[in-house]
T-cell receptor, first 113, second 113 residues
Framework: DAKTTQPPSMDCAEGRAANLPCNHS???????VYWYRQIHSQGPQYIIH???NNETNEMASLIITEDRKSSTLILPHATLRDTAVYYC??????????????FGQGTTLQVKP | DVKVTQSSRYLVKRTGEKVFLECVQD?????MFWYRQDPGLGLRLIYF???????EKGDIPEGYSVSREKKERFSLILESASTNQTSMYLC????????????FGEGSWLTVV
C-alpha cells in the first residue's frame, strides 16, 4: 500500500471547520483513500473513504485532488469531541489485502473552546 | 451502524493464565480480525478469519490462537499469558460487499502481571 504523509498536529477552534491534509503521491489506480480517527484509549473509528470523487457523509467530507496525490478531510463544525488522532490510509479492496491496515503517525487534532 | 462489541474493556491477568477475549459483530460480516496496538509499533494483525471455522495467521500469531464457531463471534485466546502480551487488543470486521472497510471494536486493555 502507498505511504501517506500527514502533519503531526493541528489546532482548530470549536465550531469552525477542521481541514486535515494528507499526501499520498505514490497512490496507485486501484487504491482508495480511507480516513479513521482514534480517540484516546478507544478503537479506531471509520470516518469516510473515496477513490477519486469527493465524498460526504454525516461525519465529514473528503476532497481528493484530480491527480489523486493528496486529499483533505473536512470536519465542517468541529466540536471538543472531535479531538483525536486522525489517520489517512491508502489501500485497495482486494482480498489479498484483507486485514492489512497500516496506520502511520497520523495528525493529532486538538479542538479548543 | 456497524457494531463490533468486545466483551471486556479492561483485564488484569497473571502470567501463565489462559485468557479469552471475545468479540461479536452485528453486521453479518464475513471477515473478522484481531489486532494488537502498542505505542511506536502501530497496529499489528494477529489472526483473521474469512468464514466460520476458518482462520489465517496474521503478522504476529505466536502465543495466540483463535476460534470462530459462529459467523458473528471471533475469540482470541492467550494459552499462557506473558508480560509481553500486555497491550490493547482490537477486534474488527469487514465484508467484501462493503468495500472490505474495516470496522473496529472499542478495544480491550490487557495487563499481564
Amino acid at each position: 500500500d502507498a505511504k501517506t504523509t500527514q502533519p503531526p498536529s493541528m489546532d482548530c477552534a470549536e465550531g469552525r471547520a477542521a481541514n486535515l491534509p494528507c499526501n499520498h503521491s505514490t497512490i496507485s489506480g486501484n487504491e482508495y483513500v480511507y480516513w479513521y480517527r482514534q480517540i484516546h484509549s478507544q478503537g479506531p473509528q471509520y470516518i469516510i473513504h473515496g477513490l477519486k470523487n469527493n465524498e460526504t457523509n454525516e461525519m465529514a467530507s473528503l476532497i481528493i485532488t484530480e491527480d489523486r496525490k493528496s486529499s483533505t478531510l473536512i470536519l465542517p463544525h468541529a466540536t471538543l469531541r472531535d479531538t483525536a488522532v486522525y489517520y489517512c490510509i491508502v489501500r485497495d479492496h482486494g482480498s489479498s489485502n484483507t486485514g492489512k491496515l497500516i496506520f502511520g503517525q497520523g495528525t493529532t487534532l486538538q479542538v479548543k473552546p | 451502524d456497524v457494531k463490533v462489541t468486545q466483551s471486556s474493556r479492561y483485564l488484569v491477568k497473571r502470567t501463565g493464565e489462559k485468557v479469552f477475549l471475545e468479540c461479536v459483530q452485528d453486521m453479518d460480516h464475513e471477515n473478522m480480525f484481531w489486532y494488537r496496538q502498542d505505542p511506536g509499533l502501530g497496529l499489528r494483525l494477529i489472526y483473521f478469519s474469512y468464514d466460520v471455522k476458518m482462520k489465517e495467521k496474521g503478522d504476529i500469531p505466536e502465543g495466540y490462537s483463535v476460534s470462530r464457531e459462529k459467523k458473528e463471534r471471533f475469540s482470541l485466546i492467550l494459552e499462557s499469558a506473558s508480560t509481553n502480551q500486555t497491550s490493547m487488543y482490537l477486534c474488527a470486521s469487514s465484508s467484501p460487499i462493503a468495500w472490505n472497510t474495516i470496522y473496529f471494536g472499542e478495544g480491550s486493555w490487557l495487563t499481564v502481571v
